[in-house]
């Protein structure tokens, strides 16, 4: 009784609008721009849940996920939402130096900064044909955006995914010292249960997530999207 309750009131248009989201994601992308979400739609409540885990988006009562990954996730309405580079990033004091950063090579003589794709480094390096770095060392966090954090302040350099690192790039706040990128082989996805695409505040927030997609990190929509 108290599941059908629940879901009756998710259908009757009273009930929040709750998202699951990756920490890292939540933290660095959507919650900055979430603003502009309830401008448009001051009616609509927001409910945000960051969590590692799947959240069955069937059986609970959450309305959509922010997932990272392959999109292999059966069941579920599914749509990419964006794909992302990794490339390295640091401070701009770091990358001046001295001594400055001006080839791969110099990563040998860097603190390599780690999150929870400990496998990053030693993927991208030998990509990029670069040896000599010792991946064993330096600080590891197993949150990205408290491996972004310590890489604003300084503390050394990051393998950085694209998205995540967007607003601090636009700012100067981080900075790319190699023009060097490579794609990741997984992306952001918007995923719903199938029932909750007939929830008007599941497609109003569908409708501007994929409208802020198409603007610069400055808020700017742009040309031609």
């Not at 009756?8 to 502009?36: K, Q």
């Not at 330096?138 to 350099?157: H, K, R, T």
Request: proline letters at 7%.
């Amino acid at each position: 009784l108290a599941e059908t309750a629940q879901r009756l009131r998710a259908d009757d248009g009273s009930a929040p609008l709750t998202i699951t989201v990756l920490h890292s994601f939540a933290a660095t992308w959507l919650v900055p721009r979430l603003r502009r979400f309830h401008d448009r739609h001051p009616d609509i409540d927001v409910r945000i849940t960051t969590s590692e885990t799947l959240v069955d988006l069937v059986r609970s009562d959450i309305d959509v996920a922010i997932r990272y990954g392959l999109g292999d996730w059966p069941g579920l309405h599914i749509e990419r939402m964006m794909a992302e580079d990794r490339f390295p990033v640091c401070s701009p004091e770091l990358a001046d130096g001295p001594p400055p950063l001006e080839r791969l090579e110099d990563l040998r003589r860097q603190t390599l900064i780690h999150d929870d794709d400990f496998f990053g480094w030693p993927e991208w390096l030998a990509a990029a044909g670069v040896e000599g770095v010792d991946v064993s060392r330096g600080p590891l966090y197993s949150n990205s955006n408290l491996a972004v954090d310590a890489a604003i302040n300084g503390d050394g350099i990051l393998l950085a995914r694209s998205v995540l690192v967007e607003d601090a790039l636009a700012s100067g706040r981080l900075v790319k010292p190699f023009d060097v990128s490579q794609p990741a082989r997984m992306a952001y996805y918007f995923a719903c249960a199938e029932p909750a695409l007939s929830r008007p505040r599941v497609t109003a927030f569908r409708d501007w997530l994929f409208e802020e997609i198409g603007r610069g990190a400055d808020g700017a929509v742009a040309a031609g999207r």
